[in-house]
């Protein structure tokens, strides 16, 4: 069993900045492509973006696009989120994925098979 572990989370004022870390102790975690997804009070949730197994490359949805970037560091079996210029929008509970199957590009066409428990960040206007 797979085991991702979110931390980061928390509150910060419109224009702010927080990083998430989602770890995990899987040895085979750099076969993983991994990813973020958000959801909002009352939202549906909604894909943030993407990073291939080995870091180089990414996607992301158009909603945080030049805000957010994901990294990832093999050798600590851990993926990051850094989030910047962030607005009260964003206000989500935030959850890391892996999926050994699916490709970064791909990361949103099916459920990916590995989540956290997600951690929230809160906005303030």
């Known amino acids: 069993q797979v085991q991702l572990v979110e931390s980061g989370g928390g509150l910060v004022q419109t224009g702010g900045s927080l990083r998430l870390a989602c770890a995990t102790s899987?040895?085979?975690?750099?076969?993983?492509?991994m990813g973020w997804f958000r959801q909002g009070p009352g939202k549906e949730r909604e894909f943030v973006g993407a990073?291939?197994?080995?870091?180089?490359?990414?996607a992301y949805a158009d909603s945080v696009k030049g805000r957010f970037t994901i990294t990832r560091d093999n050798t600590k079996n851990t993926v990051y989120l850094q989030m910047d210029s962030l607005k009260p929008e964003d206000t989500a509970a935030y959850y890391c994925?892996?999926?050994?199957?699916?490709?970064?590009?791909?990361?949103?066409?099916?459920?990916?098979?590995?989540w956290g428990q997600g951690t929230q960040v809160t906005v303030s206007s």
């Open positions: 994925a892996g999926d050994y199957s699916l490709g970064y590009s791909n990361f949103n066409a099916k459920i990916p098979r590995y």
């Open positions: 899987e040895s085979f975690f750099s076969s993983m492509t």
């Open positions: 990073i291939s197994r080995g870091g180089g490359n990414t």
